[in-house]
């Protein structure tokens, strides 16, 4: 629980660092460093628009809570 808990808080760290514009969300822009800096491949734009619209729960274009859209996002793969 303690790991679970060291990872969610450096995804909190690394969605602060690039919500460049303070919204509490992040669009595709903000998005793809903070992927990538978690060791996502983000050098495809297309499929990372494609992940984020997967975990855009209110169709905004904005992702708001990182940490929730990439266990999400883990989940839909385990699940396949």
Do not use: W
Not at 5 to 30: A, C, N, P, V, W
Not at 37 to 43: I, K, R
Request: charged share 35%; aromatic share 2%; glycine share 6%.
């Amino acid at each position: 629980a303690a790991l679970q808990r060291d990872k969610h808080d450096q995804i909190k760290k690394i969605f602060r660092k690039y919500d460049t514009d303070s919204s509490g969300t992040m669009d595709l822009k903000e998005l793809v460093p903070a992927l990538a800096e978690l060791g996502v491949d983000a050098t495809n734009p297309a499929k990372v628009s494609g992940m984020l619209q997967e975990v855009d729960s209110d169709g905004s274009g904005h992702l708001d809570d990182l940490a929730s859209a990439l266990r999400r996002r883990s989940d839909a793969c385990d699940a396949r």
